[in-house]
């Protein structure tokens, strides 16, 4: 469930960002410090799912879901490198 609340807390970043800079660019957050933010998020999420594994088929079909949700934030700045934020300088 924290796993799960972790990754939900990441990707809201992102999409926050994202409507940031599509209707208040000037109010848009740099790259770099989204991607900290829901790293940061990522890394907890990611850290929780695994530790909540179990031995049962169940429980680990059931950590697999955070488990891709916090992988997936992790890996979100290579799969989207125009990530959300002002142009560098």
């Known amino acids: 469930m924290m796993a799960m609340t972790m990754a939900t807390l990441g990707w809201s970043s992102w ?3 994202a409507a ?3 209707w208040f660019p000037q109010a848009a957050l740099p790259p ?3 991607q900290v933010f829901s790293g940061t998020f990522a890394v907890a999420g990611l850290a929780l ?3 909540t594994m179990r031995a049962s088929r169940a429980w680990i079909l059931i950590s697999c879901v ?3 949700a ?3 934030l992790l890996l979100l700045p290579l799969v ?3 990530a959300p934020g002002p142009p560098a300088p």
Do not use: E, T, Y
Request: hydrophobic fraction near 65%; charge should be neutral.
């Open 15 to 17: 999409w926050l960002a």
């Open 66 to 68: 955070p488990l891709a």
């Open 80 to 82: 989207w490198p125009d």
């Open 70 to 72: 916090n992988g997936s």
């Open 20 to 22: 940031a800079l599509r």
């Open 32 to 34: 770099i410090a989204v």
């Open 49 to 51: 799912a695994l530790f």
